[in-house]
């Protein structure tokens, strides 16, 4: 249940407090850069912003490594490890989202939409009703529907690409699609779906209540930033917990 695994991120990232705050502190900074100066005009900002998203992932791919070794608690930066992580899900990533949104770009052209940022669509349900309103409503339910099943059958053979690309460190595990299904096919197709969605539902959770909103500006800011921690946290926890199934799996 989505409940249970919401505690278990809870329990894991808050298992070293001093050390959650650090990691807090550090998704601030990111989330500040990328605020206030990710001008598209200046290139160096821009590459200054690609590299810190890259390391914030990296730290999640360590946290993916670190669950599917066993691990309780937010793992320790290591430099290398994080950077060359960090790179290589980016560019895994980028090109799951690439196909992901030339299929979409395509599709949106032919309803007449503009092009839509899909998680962003699917991640804010109040927009994406308010669409209703300024679309044609079937139009904006064929998009929404097509747009929900690709998001999730392609962040579904992403996540375990992802969890592979944790594991052996190659990029190039992470988009051979028939070890995926291998891996997929040792816990059951069923089970996996089940546990993706849980994953899923628990990451939008986290991001709904941000939609709580605290007067004070600063703690608003800090509490959308710990919001965002725990939906990251979550994502590459629950990939590493598949993942943990399935090298368990392939040991017996």
């Known amino acids: 249940m989505p409940f249970n695994?919401?505690?278990?991120?809870?329990?894991?990232?808050?298992?070293?407090?001093?050390?959650?705050?650090?990691?807090?502190?550090?998704?601030?900074?990111?989330n500040y850069i990328h605020d206030y100066y990710?001008?598209?005009?200046?290139?160096?900002?821009?590459?200054?912003?690609f590299f810190m998203v890259s390391l914030i992932y990296g730290y999640g791919m360590l946290i993916a490594r670190d669950i599917i070794n066993?691990?309780?608690?937010?793992?320790?930066?290591?430099?290398?490890?994080?950077?060359?992580?960090?790179?290589?899900?980016?560019?895994?990533?980028?090109?799951?989202?690439?196909?992901?949104?030339?299929?979409?770009?395509?599709?949106s052209f032919a309803l007449n939409f503009p092009d839509f940022e899909l998680e962003e669509l699917l991640l804010n349900i109040p927009?994406?009703?308010?669409?209703?309103?300024?679309?044609?409503?079937?139009h904006t339910l064929i998009f929404f529907v097509v747009g929900a099943i690709l998001f999730y059958i392609t962040a579904f053979f992403?996540?375990?690409?992802?969890?592979?690309?944790?594991?052996?460190?190659?990029?190039?595990?992470?988009?051979?699609?028939?070890g995926i299904k291998r891996d997929i096919d040792l816990i059951g197709w069923g089970h996996y779906a089940k546990s993706y969605t849980i994953m899923i539902v628990s990451?939008?959770?986290?991001?709904?209540?941000?939609?709580?909103v605290i007067p004070e500006?600063?703690?608003?800011?800090?509490?959308?930033?710990?919001?965002?921690?725990?939906?990251?946290?979550?994502?590459?926890l629950g990939i590493g917990e598949i993942y943990n199934e399935i090298v368990a799996a392939k040991s017996e």
């Not at 329990?11 to 502190?25: E, R």
């Not at 930033?225 to 994502?235: N, W």
Request: hydrophobic fraction near 55%; include cysteine.
């Open 70 to 107: 066993g691990g309780v608690r937010l793992p320790k930066i290591i430099v290398k490890d994080v950077f060359v992580l960090g790179i290589k899900s980016t560019i895994v990533m980028s090109l799951y989202v690439y196909v992901q949104g030339f299929i979409m770009h395509r599709f």
């Open 203 to 212: 990451i939008v959770v986290f991001l709904s209540l941000g939609h709580i």
């Open 38 to 49: 990710n001008d598209p005009n200046e290139y160096l900002v821009e590459l200054v912003v």
């Open 217 to 236: 500006f600063f703690l608003n800011y800090v509490w959308n930033i710990i919001l965002f921690l725990f939906a990251f946290a979550t994502q590459f």
């Open 158 to 178: 992403m996540e375990i690409g992802l969890a592979r690309l944790a594991y052996t460190g190659r990029i190039l595990s992470s988009f051979n699609l028939l």
């Open 127 to 138: 927009h994406t009703i308010g669409l209703l309103f300024t679309h044609n409503p079937v």
């Open 5 to 30: 695994m919401i505690k278990d991120v809870w329990n894991y990232c808050t298992y070293n407090k001093p050390f959650f705050i650090l990691i807090l502190v550090l998704f601030l900074l990111l």
